[in-house]
């Protein structure tokens, strides 16, 4: 019996070792959550394509995906945002040099759910909204009940691009906050969740999470110009006024398998996959 | 030879035991170390009893008062709604119960402690977040109380099974006792048995806090975690567990941010350790 589990014990081990080994082909790619299934579609297509590599996605969020590539746990980093100054700083201290490619365009959706007759705001009424000045649905036109704020947690990219871009109006150290009342949630998923069941909320996710359980709100950048609805035309011709670039990081300038990956992510079959997971591809 | 080979293996068994208590230490040290950092910037009493928390804004408002009274919160929601449930059901396990209802429910119970909390708090999530939305008309659901009612669920298995073992642990005579004089058994119990076993409930209760209190995933899904200063159970509460986790992933390496989790992490060991002292001193108290 002891034998028995020592012998395969020992198979275990070799059989780790060997497929450790074997690893060779592997490219680890980390980082936000708005991108994982993308990333995962465009590996899957490349897999296919390149049948001997082999490319892992995960999430966790852009910030998850920076510290990585940082301490060489990933070879690409997808991130909803650019990295940070003091993040950039911490790179070069350990010899990392980040360096950023635009990969796609996304546009955030300002949703809410089906029931809540409010379908179109000024940006100027989403920051009352998101900063806890508007309370209630009536000042903007709806019914007479409390607002329920949605927010993503901190460690989100899309968290910190709707600060910096609505609450802030682009000016990035501002001294805006979202109102400390928002409900901070784990992922864009239960923000989709929350909406779709509760008829008070508000919230915001990347375009692609859009289903026919929350309504989209057009947007508009002033009273005088015209409400847009987030969609990927808009987002291309740069009428919706809430979009960002999307990028992926690599260590310096990519070499082999990175390099051959980024070339199929920008290659027009790697854009035709952008389109076709709800996001935007970028003008060549 | 025999002798030896005695001594190696008395030697690898205290070389086992040293072990656990070393890597302790060296957690509370790498705490204190990581966790410390942050007061260099931050001054101690700003930290503990600031009413902001924006971790990642220039400059960063690092108060955690929200976030200790949110955790607080919904542990005392839980004790209230798991002590009484969990002492009674313990009660009737061990006094009350015919032996086939007593094997039946010992089984739940033990099952009830091995679901995982990220399934407890998804259920929670699909179910008991819009009930008591609906119930108390509220515009979310997400609140202190739907954490308060999840954590009990999992506070209970502990409650029970401790407290059964502290009853059982009361000598035979002390009952048979209390019956001869004349005593009903529930008199028996009320008056005899809970105070002779109360140091083992007691110990039950603390440590079934101690595990809500440091509960981070089901509470993470289903209490908001919006950082305000909680006024009511029916409100969003972010606790000091589900900040740690949501915010260690983007927190830069080194950042004052990164150092102020860590003394969050400190902050939540000191608690625990206070209730897992208290609980330990409960216990020995009759011996």
């Known amino acids: 019996m002891f034998r028995a589990a020592l012998f395969s014990l020992a198979l275990i081990f070799s059989w780790t070792c060997a497929s450790m080994a074997g690893n060779k082909n592997i490219i680890q790619i980390k980082g936000s959550d708005t991108m994982v299934n993308l990333g995962q579609a465009w590996a899957e297509k490349y897999m296919e394509i390149n049948p001997q590599e082999f490319v892992a996605v995960t999430g966790g969020g852009s910030g998850t995906g920076i510290s990585s590539l940082i301490s060489g746990t990933c070879d690409i980093a997808e991130t909803s945002r650019s990295m940070k100054k003091e993040e950039i700083k911490l790179a070069e201290d350990r010899g990392v040099e980040p360096l950023e490619h635009t990969v796609a365009l996304d546009g955030i959706a300002v949703v809410v759910n089906p029931r809540n007759p409010v379908d179109k705001l000024t940006l100027e009424e989403l920051r009352g909204i998101f900063m806890g000045a508007i309370k209630n649905w009536k000042e903007v036109g709806g019914e007479d009940k409390k607002i329920v704020i949605l927010s993503r947690e901190v460690n989100s990219g899309t968290h910190v691009f709707f600060k910096e871009h609505v609450l802030r109006r682009g000016n990035e150290k501002g001294p805006e906050e979202f109102a400390p009342n928002a409900l901070l949630m784990p992922s864009s998923q239960a923000i989709a969740d929350e909406v779709a069941q509760n008829s008070n909320s508000i919230g915001y996710y990347g375009m692609g999470y859009i289903s026919p359980k929350q309504k989209p709100i057009a947007v508009a950048k002033d009273e005088k110009s015209g409400y847009v609805s987030p969609d990927i035309q808009n987002v291309i011709s740069g009428k919706y006024p809430i979009s960002r670039p999307l990028f992926l990081y690599t260590n310096g300038q990519a070499q082999g398998l990175v390099r051959n990956f980024l070339d199929f992510v920008l290659s027009k079959e790697g854009q035709e996959i952008v389109l076709a997971t709800d996001f935007v591809p970028i003008k060549k | ?287």
């Open chain 2, 1 to 287: 030879m025999r002798k030896f080979k005695e001594f190696i293996i008395a030697k690898l068994i205290l070389a086992c035991g040293l072990a656990s208590i070393l890597f302790v230490l060296l957690i509370f040290l790498f705490l204190l170390k990581e966790g410390f950092a942050v007061f260099k910037t931050v001054s101690p009493a700003k930290f503990l009893f600031g009413k902001s928390w924006y971790p990642i804004s220039e400059p960063a408002q690092l108060g955690i008062l929200p976030l200790i009274l949110g955790s607080l919160m919904v542990t005392l929601g839980a004790a209230v709604i798991s002590i009484p449930i969990g002492v009674g059901c313990a009660v009737y396990i061990a006094e009350a119960a015919p032996l086939k209802i007593k094997e039946i429910l010992k089984g739940g119970i033990e099952l009830l402690a091995a679901i995982p909390s990220v399934v407890l708090g998804f259920i929670g999530m699909i179910t008991l977040v819009p009930l008591v939305k609906n119930v108390f008309h509220l515009p979310t659901g997400l609140t202190a109380l739907s954490g308060s009612i999840m954590l009990a669920f999992m506070a209970m298995p502990t409650i029970v099974s401790i407290a059964e073992d502290a009853l059982y642990s009361v000598p035979k005579t002390y009952k048979e006792g209390a019956l001869a004089l004349g005593a009903t058994h529930w008199q028996a119990i009320y008056r005899v048995m809970l105070p002779a076993a109360s140091s083992g409930i007691l110990a039950a209760v603390m440590l079934g806090i101690g595990r809500v209190i440091g509960e981070t995933m089901a509470v993470m899904m289903i209490t908001g975690n919006a950082a305000v200063m909680p006024h009511s159970l029916l409100q969003p509460v972010r606790t000091l567990t589900a900040t740690i986790a949501a915010e260690m992933g983007e927190a830069v390496v080194g950042s004052q941010h990164y150092f102020a989790l860590f003394a969050i992490g400190i902050v939540l060991f000191v608690i625990s350790f206070v209730i897992n002292v208290s609980a330990d001193l409960f216990l020995h108290r009759k011996r």
